[in-house]
């Protein structure tokens, strides 16, 4: 199994460019990719922002004038063939919906080289519901990345029954070598580790102010005063950034997972209020 240095994102929201910087931080070679040259020009800004994160937090020992070299060579580009040509790694962080995800991988199946190794960071979906796409189910793996991944930087590697051990193994270095803690799952798991804890929390926040029984204020001051917890469900929501949570919820049929997909367009999407990202949420930043 040839070692893992040059590395493809596809997708840079809040999550996808943490991931691409991440990986530039600890010296991989990196090409962060997206749909337009206007969101190619917003991963810009937001690499930036997080050179200035990275700094402060003196991540991996920091070191001056890190940052910028970190920055300068990262590359982004809007030629989806041009960004995979060469990758050791693609890991894809495209919206959560099924369709969108079976598409890149068809894609990506025709343009990326034999090499590859393909990794989906889908949070819900199990990489068996993809890898029929990708033409290479043997080179292919969930690996999946808790938001802020410079402090929690964990990073959760989940195969396939088609899954290369040597492909896995070979994730599984390409995580730690980029300064995260490989999380080994034995079999696929919906969630994972983490979402397999950290959904039915959300979810039962959301029944609560859905339902009309507290409101976000109330329920975050609740869990932070009663367990010590830093943040509530509510901050957990804004952190994440709105739109995620509404593309799963509106992919599951249940009623509250519904009333919560229409309250969450109507109140907060509509309007621009996506979370941290945009400044606004359920909370203003």
């Given at each position: 199994?040839q070692?893992?240095t040059k590395?493809?994102?596809l997708?840079?929201?809040?999550l996808g460019?943490q991931?691409a910087?991440q ?5 991989y070679?990196v090409t962060?990719?997206?749909?337009s ?5 917003a991963a810009r800004e937001r ?6 994160v990275?700094t ?6 920091g070191?001056?004038g890190?940052g910028e070299?970190?920055l ?6 809007s030629?989806?063939g041009?960004a995979v040509a060469?990758a050791?790694?693609?890991i894809?962080?495209?919206p959560e919906?099924?369709d969108?995800?079976?598409?890149t991988?068809?894609k990506l199946?025709?343009l990326?080289?034999e090499k590859t190794?393909f990794?989906t960071?889908?949070s ?12 290479r189910?043997d080179?292919?793996?969930a ?6 991944v410079?402090?929690?930087n ?5 195969g396939?029954?088609?899954t290369d ?5 070979a ?8 300064g995260l803690v490989p999380?080994?799952?034995k079999k696929e ?13 959300l979810?039962a ?15 975050d001051?609740t869990?932070?005063?009663a ?5 509530g ?13 509404y593309?799963?919820a509106?992919?599951n049929?249940?009623a509250?997972s519904q009333a919560?997909a229409?309250?969450?367009k109507e109140?907060?999407?509509d ?5 941290v990202?945009t400044?606004?949420g359920?909370?203003?930043?």
């Amino acid at each position: 199994m040839q070692k893992i240095t040059k590395v493809t994102v596809l997708g840079t929201g809040v999550l996808g460019s943490q991931i691409a910087f991440q990986a530039a931080w600890f010296g991989y070679d990196v090409t962060a990719y997206d749909l337009s040259d206007e969101l190619v020009a917003a991963a810009r800004e937001r690499f930036a922002k997080l050179a200035g994160v990275y700094t402060a937090d003196k991540v991996g020992g920091g070191g001056e004038g890190r940052g910028e070299r970190v920055l300068a060579g990262i590359r982004v580009t809007s030629d989806l063939g041009a960004a995979v040509a060469d990758a050791d790694l693609v890991i894809e962080a495209v919206p959560e919906n099924l369709d969108v995800k079976r598409d890149t991988y068809t894609k990506l199946a025709s343009l990326a080289p034999e090499k590859t190794i393909f990794a989906t960071n889908s949070s819900t979906l199990l990489p068996s519901d993809l890898k029929e796409y990708t033409g290479r189910p043997d080179r292919f793996l969930a690996l999946h990345y808790a938001n802020n991944v410079w402090r929690q930087n964990t990073a959760e590697v989940m195969g396939t029954a088609d899954t290369d051990p040597a492909v896995f193994q070979a994730v599984v270095e390409f995580a730690t070598g980029s300064g995260l803690v490989p999380i080994e799952l034995k079999k696929e798991k919906a969630g994972y580790v983490l979402n397999s804890l950290l959904v039915p929390f959300l979810n039962a926040a959301a029944g609560l102010l859905v339902g009309g029984f507290a409101d976000v204020e109330t329920i975050d001051k609740t869990w932070r005063i009663a367990t010590g917890a830093p943040v509530g469900p509510f901050q957990i929501y804004d952190v994440i950034g709105l739109t995620t949570p509404y593309n799963i919820a509106s992919a599951n049929p249940d009623a509250g997972s519904q009333a919560f997909a229409a309250f969450l367009k109507e109140q907060y999407i509509d309007k621009g209020k996506l979370g941290v990202a945009t400044g606004e949420g359920f909370y203003r930043y």
